[in-house]
């Protein structure tokens, strides 16, 4: 194999397999070079991971060695996109009553939601996961967004069991904006018992449903390492339950009656 087929053939590997532990005499072995070549290989793609902005390898020595691929936006990358989000979530025809906003096309986009789910990830690039969590629905396509990056399971709490899903533990909760008790179920057999999890959800208003998930979580003494929303309420901080997480874009000014908006960037860029 030449030099740069196999270089194509590794970055593809390792782009399929964030934050997994790939060995050295693997490479060395699949790709039939010396141990040499195959470190030199692997510090081109760690330049070019770099000068791309999308991410790098991480090194890890030993016997048991070799390089892990952590995804993640460069800071000027990541702010020129949270802003052009910024830009499209503006127009005023995206209002619905209650302060809420239109985003399905947003999380229907494939291109728009990997984007979204590199960010996260490399906001929790530092935090040691072992799934994702989010409520259905729309919730849903950012989390798995965001464990392809992760590289670790989904688990999606519901409104109502599903038979086809075995015995569940279910909770009551508040609604934090209609201030509603509303129930949450989640399978038993979906999460291991101690895990590490992260909630990932598309919108916050006061922070209701995202309590409500750590409650679930506690059933099953799981831990809450990381929270992210890809768009907050600006409006209902005051009354909000849940205050450590990181936002995408903040809401701000909403109006449906005068048809007015603004959008900001959220916390999320400080994590980058």
Do not use: W
């Not at 048991?64 to 052009?84: C, E, H, M």
Request: glycine content about 8%; some cysteine.
């Amino acid at each position: 194999m030449k030099r740069s087929e196999r270089l194509v053939a590794m970055t593809h590997f390792i782009l399929e397999r964030p934050r997994e532990l790939i060995s050295l005499p693997f490479f060395s072995e699949n790709y039939e070079a010396a141990k040499s070549s195959i470190s030199e290989d692997l510090g081109i793609i760690n330049k070019m991971f770099q000068h791309e902005g999308i991410g790098y390898l991480e090194s890890v020595s030993g016997a048991a060695g070799g390089v892990k691929y952590i995804p993640a936006f460069s800071r000027s990358y990541s702010d020129t996109f949270v802003n052009q989000l910024c830009e499209r979530l503006e127009d005023p025809d995206r209002l619905l009553p209650g302060g809420y906003l239109f985003m399905s096309d947003i999380l229907g986009d494939p291109e728009t939601t990997r984007n979204i789910g590199r960010l996260f990830a490399s906001a929790f690039r530092d935090k040691e996961i072992d799934a994702i969590i989010t409520v259905a629905t729309k919730g849903i396509p950012l989390a798995y967004a965001v464990a392809s990056y992760l590289n670790v399971p989904v688990v999606i709490a519901r409104r109502d069991p599903k038979v086809t899903e075995g015995s569940t533990v279910s909770i009551n909760y508040v609604s934090g904006s209609t201030r509603k008790i509303q129930t949450m179920v989640l399978t038993k057999r979906s999460l291991k018992e101690g895990s590490k999890v992260c909630i990932i959800d598309d919108f916050m208003k006061a922070g209701g449903t995202i309590s409500g998930m750590r409650n679930l979580l506690k059933e099953f003494n799981a831990e809450v390492v990381g929270i992210g929303v890809l768009a907050e309420a600006e409006d209902e901080e005051e009354d909000r339950v849940v205050d450590d997480y990181i936002s995408v874009v903040q809401i701000m000014n909403a109006d449906d009656r005068r048809q007015t908006i603004e959008v900001r960037p959220g916390n999320l860029l400080n994590y980058i």
